[in-house]
C-alpha cells in the first residue's frame, strides 16, 4: 500500500513529523499493519509518499478483497495516519479503502469489458444525477447508492451536467460495492471552452482526482458529461 498524503506547516521552520500509519480491518478478520517513520515537513503545504518499497511494513500479504455487488463482500480497511512533532500530537487523518485490481478491454464481439480482480463483471445500472440543488442530506445520498444495490446495479454513471457529489456518495459506494463510472463536472455542448474556463476545468480535475482517487468504488472518469 501506498500512503500519499500533505502536511500543513504553520511556522517558518522546517520540523521533523512522526508519521503513525495503522491499517485495520473493517468488520471482518485479518492483520493490522502499522509503520512509523519521521519525514521532514518544510514550511507551509509539503506532500509525503510512503511506498512498500521504502517501508516494507506497508506490505500487505493475502488481503481481503473487495468485490462489487453480486460478486463477494466489499471488504474495506480503515486506513489512519497519525502526526506527531516533538512528542506532541499534530493532527490525524482516516479513509476507508478497498483492495481491488481493475482491468478493461474490447471483447471479440466490439464491446467492452471490465474485470475486477481478474473477474469479468456484468455491468448493470444507468446513469444518475446528484443534487444539483445542494438539498439533500448524507443520508439521501447513502438512501440512494443503497437502493442501487438492493436492484441489483454494479455500476452507476454520475451526470457530468450536475455538480461532483460529496465524498458520503463514494463512502456509500465503497460500502455497498457499486462501482462508479464519474464523469467531469462539464456539459457536452460546450464544445469551445475559453482559456479561463479551461484553467478552471483543470484545476477542478487536480482536486477532485486528489479527493477520491483512494476510493475502490470509483474504476473510470470520463472528461465530461457523455
Given at each position: 500500500?501506498?500512503?500519499?498524503?500533505?502536511?500543513?506547516?504553520?511556522?517558518?521552520?522546517?520540523?521533523?513529523?512522526?508519521?503513525?500509519?495503522?491499517?485495520?480491518?473493517?468488520?471482518?478478520?485479518?492483520?493490522?499493519?502499522e509503520c512509523t517513520?519521521?519525514?521532514?515537513?518544510?514550511?507551509?503545504?509539503?506532500?509525503?509518499?510512503?511506498?512498500?518499497?521504502?517501508?516494507?511494513?506497508?506490505?500487505?500479504?493475502?488481503?481481503?478483497?473487495?468485490?462489487?455487488?453480486?460478486?463477494?463482500?466489499?471488504?474495506?480497511?480503515?486506513?489512519?495516519?497519525?502526526?506527531?512533532?516533538?512528542?506532541?500530537?499534530?493532527?490525524?487523518?482516516?479513509?476507508?479503502?478497498?483492495?481491488?485490481?481493475?482491468?478493461?478491454?474490447?471483447n471479440q464481439y466490439?464491446?467492452?469489458?471490465?474485470?475486477?480482480?481478474?473477474?469479468?463483471?456484468?455491468?448493470?445500472?444507468?446513469?444518475?444525477?446528484?443534487?444539483?440543488?445542494?438539498?439533500?442530506?448524507?443520508?439521501?445520498?447513502?438512501?440512494?447508492?443503497?437502493?442501487?444495490?438492493?436492484?441489483?446495479?454494479?455500476?452507476?454513471?454520475?451526470?457530468?451536467?450536475?455538480?461532483?457529489?460529496?465524498?458520503?456518495?463514494?463512502?456509500?459506494?465503497?460500502?455497498?460495492?457499486?462501482?462508479?463510472?464519474?464523469?467531469?463536472?462539464?456539459?457536452?455542448?460546450?464544445?469551445?471552452?475559453?482559456?479561463?474556463?479551461?484553467?478552471?476545468?483543470?484545476?477542478?480535475?487536480?482536486?477532485?482526482?486528489?479527493?477520491?482517487?483512494?476510493?475502490?468504488?470509483?474504476?473510470?472518469?470520463?472528461?465530461?458529461?457523455?
Open positions: 500500500v501506498t500512503v500519499r498524503g500533505y502536511l500543513d506547516n504553520a511556522t517558518t521552520n522546517s520540523l521533523p513529523v512522526e508519521l503513525t500509519t495503522r491499517i485495520a480491518p473493517l468488520g471482518f478478520a485479518d492483520r493490522v499493519i517513520t519521521t519525514v521532514q515537513a518544510g514550511p507551509g503545504k509539503s506532500e509525503f509518499i510512503l511506498k512498500p518499497a521504502d517501508y516494507p511494513a506497508l506490505k500487505m500479504e493475502h488481503p481481503h478483497l473487495w468485490w462489487p455487488v453480486g460478486y463477494g463482500k466489499a471488504n474495506l480497511y480503515k486506513l489512519t495516519v497519525t502526526a506527531r512533532v516533538h512528542g506532541k500530537p499534530g493532527g490525524k487523518a482516516s479513509s476507508l479503502m478497498g483492495v481491488r485490481s481493475v482491468e478493461t478491454s474490447i466490439g464491446g467492452r469489458e471490465w474485470r475486477i480482480n481478474g473477474r469479468t463483471i456484468r455491468i448493470t445500472g444507468g446513469a444518475w444525477v446528484p443534487d444539483m440543488l445542494l438539498s439533500w442530506s448524507a443520508q439521501r445520498y447513502r438512501d440512494e447508492i443503497r437502493l442501487l444495490a438492493e436492484g441489483n446495479h454494479t455500476l452507476v454513471r454520475v451526470n457530468g451536467c450536475a455538480i461532483t457529489p460529496p465524498d458520503c456518495c463514494f463512502d456509500a459506494g465503497d460500502h455497498e460495492g457499486v462501482l462508479v463510472w464519474e464523469d467531469f463536472p462539464r456539459t457536452s455542448s460546450a464544445s469551445v471552452m475559453p482559456r479561463s474556463d479551461l484553467d478552471l476545468l483543470l484545476s477542478n480535475t487536480k482536486d477532485s482526482l486528489e479527493r477520491m482517487r483512494g476510493h475502490a468504488s470509483i474504476i473510470i472518469w470520463c472528461g465530461s458529461n457523455e
